[in-house]
T-cell receptor
Framework: GAVVSQHPSRVICKSGTSVKIECRSL??????MFWYRQFPKQSLMLMAT?????????EQGVEKDKFLINHASLTLSTLTVTSAHPEDSSFYIC????????????FGDGTRLSIL | EDKVVQSPLSLVVHEGDTVTLNCSYE??????LLWYKQEKKAPTFLFML????IEKKSGRLSSILDKKELFSILNITATQTGDSAVYLC?????????????FGKGTKLSVKP
C-alpha cells in the first residue's frame, strides 16, 4: 500500500517552456503533499507544501509565481515550472503522507527535468 | 536553524560486512526521525522512529533512536551488493499541521562483491 505515482519521469525541453509534473496517491487520500528538489549529490530540499483545496505553502527562496502548485483533489497535486530556464534543471520529487498519527511520507519516483 | 547531519558521507565495504550509518539532528519541535533508501530514483521508506531506545528491525536492517543525544543509527548486517544506495536520514518537525521533512545529505554506501 501507500503508492505515490509521479509523471512524467523525464522531461527535456527548450528554455521558455512551461512544464507540468503530476503527483498522485494511488491507494490513499492525501490532504497534504510535498514537493522537493534535489541537485546532484545534494539532499532533498523542500520547495513547498501542497494543501488540498487551499493555497500551497512555499519555503523561503522559492518563487511561487515560478513554481505553480495546484492540489485540486485528495489524490492529485501538480507542479508547473513556468517559463523554465536551464537553472531550473533538477530532479523534482513529490511525496504524500498517509493520514493518521505516525505515518511516514511516501515518495514518487521523481521527475528529471532538463532545460536546454 | 534546523539541521540533520549524516556520517560518513560515503562508505565502501565488501559483501558480508556490517555497517553502521549515523544521523545527528538539531531540530525544534521534533516529531519523528525517518530513514530512507535512495537508489536511482526516489527514496523508499525504511523506518520511522519516534521513541528512544526502541529498535526497529526489518531483515538485515535495524535502527534505533536516542532522543537525549539527538542521534540515530542505521545498521545493516551481512551486506549485499543490492544494499548499495544512498541512505537518507530525515527528521519530521511539527509546524502547524504540515510535518515537513528535513533531510541530511545522505550516506552513499557501496558494497563490493
Amino acid at each position: 500500500g501507500a503508492v505515490v505515482s509521479q509523471h512524467p519521469s523525464r522531461v527535456i525541453c527548450k528554455s521558455g517552456t512551461s512544464v507540468k509534473i503530476e503527483c498522485r496517491s494511488l491507494d490513499f487520500q492525501a490532504t497534504t503533499m510535498f514537493w522537493y528538489r534535489q541537485f546532484p549529490k545534494q539532499s532533498l530540499m523542500l520547495m513547498a507544501t501542497s494543501n488540498e483545496g487551499s493555497k500551497a505553502t512555499y519555503e523561503q527562496g522559492v518563487e511561487k509565481d515560478k513554481f505553480l502548485i495546484n492540489h485540486a483533489s485528495l489524490t492529485l497535486s501538480t507542479l508547473t515550472v513556468t517559463s523554465a530556464h536551464p537553472e531550473d534543471s533538477s530532479f523534482y520529487i513529490c511525496s504524500a503522507r498517509v493520514q493518521g498519527y505516525g505515518k511516514p511520507q511516501h515518495f514518487g519516483d521523481g521527475t528529471r527535468l532538463s532545460i536546454l | 536553524e534546523d539541521k540533520v547531519v549524516q556520517s560518513p558521507l560515503s562508505l565502501v565495504v565488501h559483501e558480508g560486512d556490517t555497517v553502521t550509518l549515523n544521523c545527528s539532528y538539531e531540530v525544534t519541535n521534533f516529531r519523528s526521525l525517518l530513514w530512507y533508501k535512495q537508489e536511482k530514483k526516489a527514496p523508499t521508506f525504511l523506518f520511522m522512529l519516534t521513541s528512544s531506545g526502541i529498535e526497529k528491525k526489518s531483515g538485515r536492517l535495524s535502527s534505533i533512536l536516542d532522543k537525549k543525544e539527538l542521534f540515530s543509527i542505521l545498521n545493516i548486517t551481512a551486506t549485499q551488493t543490492g544494499d548499495s544506495a544512498v541512505y537518507l536520514c530525515a527528521v519530521e518537525a511539527v509546524g502547524g499541521s504540515q510535518g515537513n521533512l528535513i533531510f541530511g545529505k545522505g550516506t552513499k554506501l557501496s558494497v563490493k562483491p
